[in-house]
């Protein structure tokens, strides 16, 4: 007979639940519902939610013996977190996690295909990183059609550096400064979001959603819009930069019409 408890714990906004089976003989198929009114964040493996979880808790096969299982939710521990909703015995089952022939168990296994960052050539290696900024104060501000937003005052630490090789001299062109903190707050924002999407265990997504601000800031963020920003800027950028390499300016004709 399969015994059961279960604990949680709230910090920061979201509530940390852990279940213990224990006595368990045989393989055998639980089922562990959530009970708190909210929605279950399961551990995560490269990226993907952990062999049996969804979105009521988790079914699957366990192996004999004694488990864990870990899971977070943004609901507030109120009553028993959880319930074991059933146990059968399946002897002739494999246990969840040892299976391989499916795909997500295949990216779970094996991990990411992709090589590290580092180890790809940047496409501007010649090219010094751009000064980095603290714009934690700073908000995204939406952009209009021209591509004008309302950001914070402009500061000449943010201007891209000058590009380097054999075009240095002849293309001394910067980003014009005001900019340069709208797109620091944009980075700083896509790093909370790459820290968020990436948590795959339940301390980092605590660790993750309090180095956010809290989960109404992690809401706040998700519905920010920034990707449609960013893509809007990028496209009137290119159309206006289109328009500018067409637009080639007769300077010694002008000067002797002058």
């Known amino acids: 007979m399969v015994t059961f408890d279960c604990s949680a714990s709230h910090h920061d906004g979201v509530t940390l639940v852990t279940v213990r089976l224990r006595d368990i003989d045989v393989p055998t198929r639980v089922t562990v519902r959530n009970c708190l009114d909210g929605p279950v964040w399961p551990p995560r493996s490269e990226g993907l939610p952990e062999a049996g979880w969804t979105a009521t808790g988790f079914s699957g096969v366990v192996a004999p013996g004694s488990h864990a299982l870990g899971y977070a939710t943004p609901a507030r521990p109120e009553g028993t977190p959880a319930e074991l909703a059933d146990a059968v015995a399946v002897p002739e089952a494999d246990p969840v996690g040892e299976r391989t022939d499916r795909p997500a168990d295949v990216v779970r296994k094996l991990g990411d295909p992709s090589p590290p960052g580092d180890a790809v050539p940047a496409a501007e290696s010649a090219v010094s990183p751009p000064a980095q900024t603290t714009a934690d104060t700073a908000a995204a501000s939406p952009l209009s059609e021209d591509g004008r937003g309302s950001g914070p005052a402009p500061s000449s630490a943010d201007a891209e550096p000058a590009p380097r090789g054999p075009d240095a001299e002849a293309d001394q062109t910067r980003l014009p400064p005001e900019l340069g903190p709208w797109l620091a707050e944009m980075e700083r924002r896509a790093d909370v979001a790459e820290a968020l999407a990436g948590a795959e265990t339940v301390p980092e997504a ?20 920034d990707e449609r920003q960013l893509r809007r800027l990028a496209r009137r950028a290119r159309r206006l930069a289109d328009r500018r390499a067409a637009a080639t300016i007769p300077v010694e004709t002008l000067s002797t019409l002058a």
């Open 206 to 225: 605590t660790d993750a959603v309090r180095a956010a601000g809290g989960l109404a800031a992690v809401r706040t963020l998700s519905a920010a819009g």
